[in-house]
């Protein structure tokens, strides 16, 4: 079954403000976590990418936290701009012969 | 353009009707995997390969359906007997090896069947 879910379907940002976007999972086997950004019409797009034994990385005006305490990890975008709009993904990846497991995804909007 | 492509873009067959679609990898990626994908849905893992070398396959919706990377190089993803609810966007993605977690995804194939 799912491992990994977002909170919010939906959120709208103004533009210039700070963006963050949340993910639950309760897979606690999981090796590798990964945000990835899908613009309409167009196949997912890597974002950035956290090791189960991190707890923060940074990205160019991106930052994944990841707090095993509570199972939750959150993709932080600072500065929103237009091309930020997007659906964002959050995904696992439990190593071997398995491939990624994908969340429901949040839309983020952007108000100018 | 060094992306992973996949042909056609945009598929509409009526049912019952065999569809193939390709896949070409980033050249380099030795693995290789399929994804469906349905409206408001994220992706669903269905197989991958790594080289030739199909090593999972039992997450494939029906037997309906197969896959094969023959050369190691593309893959072709094959639906047989087409049904409604096969429409949706079939997505393929490569990794290079030793970075399974960083997959690459290629524009998907949206198949709509009628």
């Known amino acids: 079954g799912e491992s990994v879910g977002l909170h919010l379907p939906t959120l709208s940002v103004q533009e210039g403000d700070n963006s963050i976007i949340n993910c639950a999972y309760s897979?606690?086997?999981?090796?590798?976590f990964i945000w990835y950004k899908q613009e309409s019409g167009k196949g997912p797009q890597f974002i950035i990418d956290?090791?189960?034994?991190?707890d923060k990385r940074q990205g160019q005006r991106v930052t994944v936290l990841l707090n095993k305490t509570v199972k939750h990890l959150s993709l932080q975008i600072a500065a929103t701009q237009p091309g930020d709009s997007a659906v964002y993904f959050c995904?696992?990846?439990?190593?071997?012969?398995?491939?990624?497991?994908f969340g429901k995804g949040t839309h983020l909007i952007i108000q100018p | 353009d060094t992306g992973v492509s996949q042909d056609p873009r945009h598929k509409i067959t009526k049912r019952g009707q065999n569809v193939t679609f390709r896949c070409d990898p980033i050249?380099?990626?030795?693995?290789l995997y399929w994804y469906r994908q349905t409206l408001g849905q994220g992706p669903e893992f269905l197989t991958y390969?790594?080289?030739?070398?199909?090593?999972?396959k039992s997450r494939l919706l029906s037997d309906r359906f197969s896959a094969e990377r023959p050369k190691g190089s593309f893959s072709t993803l094959e639906i047989q007997r087409t049904e409604q609810g096969d429409s949706a966007m079939y997505l393929c993605?490569?990794?290079?090896?030793?970075?399974?977690?960083?997959?690459?995804f290629g524009p998907g194939t949206r198949l709509t069947v009628l």
């Open positions: 993605a490569s990794s290079l090896q030793g970075h399974y977690n960083e997959q690459f």
């Open positions: 897979n606690s086997a999981s090796d590798y």
């Open positions: 956290i090791r189960s034994n991190m």
């Open positions: 995904a696992d990846w439990r190593g071997g012969a398995d491939g990624l497991t």
């Open positions: 050249s380099e990626h030795n693995r």
């Open positions: 390969f790594q080289n030739e070398a199909q090593l999972e």
